[in-house]
């Protein structure tokens, strides 16, 4: 269980990694789903950092000034 005071607020260095340690966890059940196995988190990091970190950075920007 996560205590209120470990809780990363969006925004935030902390929070923003946390979120992006999310995509990269998604990434790799996906792409692991695909290929029948485990890819492993340092392949699904590199993926996501080369492929599809700007474009995620940019729809998180515009929703986080929508939201505002």
């Known amino acids: 269980m996560t205590s209120p005071s470990m809780t ?3 925004g ?8 992006e ?3 990269i966890q998604r990434l790799k059940w996906l ?3 695909r290929d029948g196995h ?4 340092e392949f ?3 993926d996501w950092a080369q492929n599809h970190r700007a474009e995620w950075r940019i729809m998180r920007n515009r ?4 939201q505002a």
């Open 8 to 10: 990363a607020q969006p």
């Open 12 to 19: 935030t260095p902390y929070g923003e990694f946390l979120a």
């Open 21 to 23: 340690q999310e995509e």
């Open 31 to 33: 792409a692991s789903e």
């Open 38 to 41: 485990d890819i492993g988190f």
């Open 44 to 46: 699904a990091l590199n």
């Open 63 to 66: 929703q986080r000034k929508q």
